[in-house]
């Protein structure tokens, strides 16, 4: 089965906390890429990275950074030093080897408090 | 350069009732993929077109349908609209319909049937 799980429905921070958005990823494919978005009250998902099944390089971009773990099947997520703009739900996806579906996790809610 | 744009940006119809949406993708984008996004949870795959022809398809009902024009943009066509069709329809462009390919999103359609 082609699977992402999310287990954190709603996290709740005070700005400037570090926060750490988990995911967990199901699938029997070698070859498959993960995906991170982002999606404000508007609507539009907005894309934040792609990383394939063979790079298991930890990536960071300013204050996002990603962890890959292909042993514990994760692509976990952490915020640095958060921001009230940081609010939104975020929502990890999969892309199997069958074309180019993307199967997403229920997402998680992130509310940055001022 | 412009993002993915979709018509209309919200939509109320009554049950039974048809409904079509649009989606013009990114300047030389060649592939469009339709997802429903019901409230509270993740986007769920619907169908995906490259240069006109359909490569995927979600676990939806026949009511649903889709087409892609030479110039790329598509429309969804849903059928005899039920209660639980309500959701956010999102559309995604990319270069090519292969799994190696980041998916752009559009703000959706926000779809409420009575």
């Known amino acids: 089965a082609q699977k992402v799980t999310q287990a954190q429905t709603e996290i709740s921070v005070v700005e400037k906390e570090d926060v750490t958005l988990d995911c967990v990823y199901e699938?029997?494919?070698?070859?498959?890429?993960l995906f991170w978005y982002k999606q404000p009250p508007s609507g539009e998902l907005v894309f934040l990275i792609r990383?394939?099944?063979?790079?298991?390089q930890n990536e960071i971009s300013g204050r996002y950074s990603w962890n890959f773990q292909k042993s514990t099947s994760s692509f976990n997520f952490t915020i640095t030093a958060s921001q009230v703009v940081d609010s939104a739900v975020y929502f990890c996806?999969?892309?199997?080897?069958?074309?180019?579906?993307?199967?997403f996790g229920q997402g998680t809610e992130l509310s940055v408090k001022p | 350069d412009a993002g993915v744009t979709q018509s209309p940006t919200h939509l109320i119809k009554t049950r039974g009732q048809h409904v079509t949406l649009r989606c013009s993708p990114i300047?030389?984008?060649?592939?469009v993929s339709w997802y429903q996004q019901v409230l509270g949870q993740g986007p769920q795959f619907i169908f995906q077109?490259?240069?006109?022809?359909?490569?995927g398809r979600g676990n939806f009902p026949d009511r649903f349908s889709a087409r892609q024009f030479p110039n790329y943009s598509s429309e969804l066509n849903v059928n005899a609209l039920l209660l639980g069709d309500s959701a956010l329809y999102l559309c995604?462009?990319?270069?090519?319909?292969?799994?190696?390919?980041?998916?752009?999103f559009g703000p959706g359609t926000r779809l409420l049937v009575l």
């Open positions: 996806a999969l892309s199997p080897n069958q074309g180019g579906k993307l199967i």
């Open positions: 699938t029997r494919d070698t070859t498959y890429y």
């Open positions: 300047s030389g984008h060649k592939s």
């Open positions: 077109y490259y240069e006109k022809e359909e490569r």
């Open positions: 995604a462009s990319s270069l090519t319909s292969g799994i190696l390919e980041t998916q752009y």
């Open positions: 990383r394939n099944s063979f790079d298991e």
